[in-house]
């Protein structure tokens, strides 16, 4: 089994920063990407930032330059600091983590149960 729990999330007001957790834990052999989304409501899911194992970062477009995505690969965590946040920003936050299981050969996406963000004006 492996399960992804995030942390963090919460109500904050304009402006503001916020930082989003996420540990893997389980029978792990390798995590390979990391990422971040959200989903507000009545709208798709949307990536936020995602990092490699290497850690080389992508961004949404609505995000760069106010948010910033790092890992710790020894904690099997990845962490989504978020500045400067805009009511635009509230939405449900999820993470993924592609991970090869133990005695496993490939990888499988695994998904977090989401934190809310709330940004209030």
């Known amino acids: 089994q492996v399960h992804l729990v995030e942390s963090g999330g919460g109500l904050v007001q304009v402006g503001g920063s916020l930082r989003l957790s996420c540990v893997a834990s389980g029978s792990i052999f390798s995590i390979r990407g990391m990422g971040w989304y959200r989903q507000a409501p009545g709208k798709q899911r949307e990536l936020v930032a995602d990092?490699?194992?290497?850690?080389?970062?992508n961004y949404a477009d609505s995000v760069k330059g106010r948010f910033t995505i790092s890992r710790d690969n020894a904690k099997n965590t990845v962490y989504l600091q978020m500045n400067s946040l805009e009511p635009e920003d509230t939405a449900v936050y999820y993470c993924?983590?592609?991970?090869?299981?133990?005695?496993?050969?490939?990888?499988?996406?695994?998904w977090g149960q989401g934190t809310q963000v709330t940004v209030s004006s």
């Open positions: 993924n983590a592609d991970i090869v299981r133990q005695y496993s050969y490939w990888g499988t996406l695994y």
């Open positions: 990092i490699t194992s290497g850690g080389t970062s």
